[in-house]
């Protein structure tokens, strides 16, 4: 039997890159799927023809992972469609490079309203849901442990909560068997971060493989960490990073 059939998962910002891996990773593994987006409507259903394409169960939403009505009406719908709700991986985010100073309000309102804010009201919401057993997985960043380069300062900070987040929320849930833990890639080939983009040569020469990663070694973390193998490992902050943080 797979490792998780008959379990039911979401995963926010699941049409492209990192998400849309761990989507199919997930229902490869034996999972139906629900996954968000904000604008893509065509990624999103690319992806749910992938995941039924291979005998899998999937369904996109078209939700804000940064508007709490907008995430809370996906996780309702997703209960309903799919029954049940068993692991919540927590991925839509994103990074806007450039000097602190120049970083507007604005910007900072963005990436504290997706990376964090929408990360716990979408946590939250969940939990209301969720079964006993159940896995909370965040998309964090080796940044939110470490910083080796210059123009992610806000970016970081909102990682770094994501990390204390983890680590806090893990000693609430842990009566029901409830897991939390903070994946944190390095850099990894996608729309927001391409191993060819201009912010790139430093992130690689940080690493110790002297490479980016995939989206697909992304997933495999969060596949172990949503399968039962993992179910002592709680409030764990991993890096899969290429060795940056190392
Ligand atoms: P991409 O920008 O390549 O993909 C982002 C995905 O999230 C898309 O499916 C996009 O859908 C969706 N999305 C974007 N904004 C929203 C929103 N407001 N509401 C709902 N969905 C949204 O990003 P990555 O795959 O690179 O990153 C995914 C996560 O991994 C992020 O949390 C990021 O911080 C983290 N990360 C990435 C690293 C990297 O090097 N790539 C390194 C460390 C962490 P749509 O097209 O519809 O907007």
């Not at 804000?64 to 719908?77: C, F, L, Q, V």
């Not at 940044?143 to 806000?154: H, I, K, S």
């Not at 990663?213 to 002592?232: I, K, R």
Request: proline residues 4%; hydrophobic residues 45%.
């Amino acid at each position: 039997m797979l490792k998780l059939a008959n379990k039911v998962a979401l995963v926010t910002g699941g049409s492209r890159g990192i998400g849309a891996a761990i989507a199919k990773r997930l229902a490869t593994d034996g999972a139906s799927v629900a996954i968000t987006y904000a604008k893509d409507a065509n990624a999103a259903s690319a992806v749910v023809k992938a995941i039924e394409g291979s005998g899998g169960k999937a369904l996109a939403i078209q939700a804000d992972a940064a508007d709490p009505k907008a995430i809370n009406a996906a996780i309702e719908k997703t209960v309903a469609t799919l029954g049940r709700l068993d692991v919540l991986v927590n991925n839509a985010g994103t990074a806007i490079p450039k000097p602190f100073e120049q970083t507007t309000l604005e910007e900072m309102d963005q990436m504290i309203n997706l990376n964090f804010r929408g990360l716990m009201v979408a946590t939250q919401a969940a939990l209301k849901h969720m079964n006993d057993n159940g896995r909370l997985i965040m998309i964090g960043s080796c940044v939110g442990e470490r910083m080796m380069t210059p123009g992610l300062v806000a970016y970081a900070a909102t990682k770094g909560a994501v990390k204390m987040f983890t680590q806090g929320l893990a000693r609430e849930v842990g009566s029901r068997g409830i897991t939390v833990n903070n994946v944190q890639p390095g850099p990894i080939d996608t729309d927001l971060n391409p191993a060819a983009g201009d912010w790139a040569a430093p992130q690689k020469a940080n690493t110790a493989l002297n490479r980016f990663g995939t989206v697909d070694e992304v997933a495999a973390l969060v596949s172990f960490v949503a399968g039962p193998e993992s179910s002592y490992i709680t409030g764990a902050n991993l890096t899969v990073d290429g060795g940056t943080n190392a």
